[in-house]
Nanobody
Framework: QVQLVESGGGLVQPGGSLRLSCEAPDWIFTLYTMGWYRQAPGKQRELVAAMPRAGATNYADFVKGRFTISRNNAKNTLYLQMNSLKPEDTAAYYC??????WGQGTQVTVSS
């Protein structure tokens, strides 16, 4: 079973920043588009940002200019830098490999 391990979630005030990390097996990065998704209570899981093996990254409109996805292939780690956080960004954030393999999720709560 593929194991994706997220970390970096927590409680932050509006306007603050967090960086999420996702560690994955090394072969994952060579095969799959890696992405971050989120799911708020009572809502469907939605794409936040995706980074293919080659080509441009893809961001949801609601995070453009605020969030940045990146990867460190030497460390087999995917990142999501989240700035200017809003209360509506509150959700469980999940790392995905090709929408086939998923992490356990990390909670992000934006509240004053």
């Amino acid at each position: 079973q593929v194991q994706l391990v997220e970390s970096g979630g927590g409680l932050v005030q509006p306007g603050g920043s967090l960086r999420l990390s996702c560690e994955a097996p090394d072969w994952i990065f060579t095969l799959y588009t890696m992405g971050w998704y989120r799911q708020a209570p009572g809502k469907q899981r939605e794409l936040v940002a995706a980074m293919p093996r080659a080509g441009a990254t893809n961001y949801a409109d609601f995070v453009k200019g605020r969030f940045t996805i990146s990867r460190n292939n030497a460390k087999n780690t995917l990142y999501l830098q989240m700035n200017s956080l809003k209360p509506e960004d509150t959700a469980a954030y999940y790392c995905s490999a090709g929408q086939i393999h998923w992490g356990q999720g990390t909670q992000v709560t934006v509240s004053s």
